[in-house]
Nanobody, 118 residues
Framework: QVRFVESGGGLVQAGGSLRLSCASP???????????VGWYRQGPGKQRELVAS???????NYTDSVKGRFTISRDNARKTVYLQMNSLRPEDTAVYYC?????????WGQGTQVTVSS
């Protein structure tokens, strides 16, 4: 396994919640813990954007559009990063990916589709 593996996406109505999970590639297992990891998304016709990140010290950052609605967390023992998404909006519809920050093109996975209906 050389790429991140994302899961947890789906179809949800506006106002609903989803929890995404992201498993680290085995190739960076030994360096996962000190690495800042981010959740990125790419909506229809849009460029990929960083929406949330978490450092090794669990310092977090969010893009303005998701502040107060999304929460990023990590489990270093499981080499996994999570994104809890609440109060979802149609504009959150996108494919969600995780990757280090700054990103490394080596590790882009398939992503997980999140679709929010109005």
């Amino acid at each position: 396994q050389v790429r991140f593996v994302e899961s947890g996406g789906g179809l949800v109505q506006a106002g609903g919640s989803l929890r995404l999970s992201c498993a680290s590639p085995r190739s960076i297992t030994s360096t996962f813990n000190p690495t800042t990891v981010g959740w990125y998304r790419q909506g229809p016709g849009k460029q990929r954007e960083l929406v949330a990140s978490i450092s090794s010290r669990r310092d977090t950052n969010y893009t303005d559009s998701v502040k107060g609605r999304f929460t990023i967390s990590r489990d270093n023992a499981r080499k996994t990063v999570y994104l809890q998404m609440n109060s979802l909006r149609p504009e959150d519809t996108a494919v969600y990916y995780c990757n280090p920050v700054p990103h490394d093109n080596t590790y882009w996975g398939q992503g997980t589709q999140v679709t929010v209906s109005s």
